[in-house]
């Protein structure tokens, strides 16, 4: 199971530089332009994923910031944003990395941020949750840049399995 949870880190790592490496050439106007996301914008949209990583990653590890909303904007700045997805990339790759298969299997609880509930569940779903997530709202991403006339981008994992970095997870 670990190895499963090594590849989708590294794959939304890789998968996370293609639609920024897209987001880049985007103008302030386009980057900020209501498209009718659930998240409105670009910049919305690859904040709001940032922001919810922090929020579990807080919940994971009991370190680092967690915002109180999942519609908070952390960076208004496209670059900036990039090298905060980048180390919380990295984050989470190395939180990954540190697990034993045992903890992968045991519980731990958290409050939710919408409703304030305590919840209990075990590791390993709510892990596949932040990478199902991020490929949710990576996908938003994408409709946001082809409704902006802009290329489509090729995301899924077998394509990421086919680079130097994926083949071993391929």
Request: hydrophobic letters at 40%.
């Amino acid at each position: 199971m670990k190895q499963h949870f090594r590849m989708f880190a590294a794959y939304n790592s890789w998968a996370n530089g293609q639609l920024y490496d897209a987001a880049l050439e985007l103008s302030e106007d386009e980057l900020n332009r209501d498209t009718g996301a659930f998240f409105r914008s670009m910049m919305a949209t690859l904040n709001h994923i940032l922001v919810a990583d922090r929020i579990w990653m807080k919940r994971f590890t009991g370190e680092g910031q967690a915002p109180a909303t999942l519609d908070t904007i952390l960076f208004s700045d496209v670059a900036k944003l990039r090298a905060a997805r980048e180390a919380e990339d990295q984050r989470i790759a190395n939180y990954v990395e540190g697990l034993t298969e045992k903890a992968l299997t045991g519980r731990f609880t958290y409050m939710t941020v919408t409703d304030m509930r305590t919840v209990s569940q075990r590791l390993a779903p709510a892990l596949a949750h932040i990478f199902n997530h991020q490929t949710h709202h990576r996908g938003q991403a994408h409709t946001i840049l082809t409704s902006l006339g802009k290329p489509s981008l090729t995301l899924d994992l077998i394509y990421f399995q086919r680079t130097e970095n994926g083949r071993q997870f391929a």
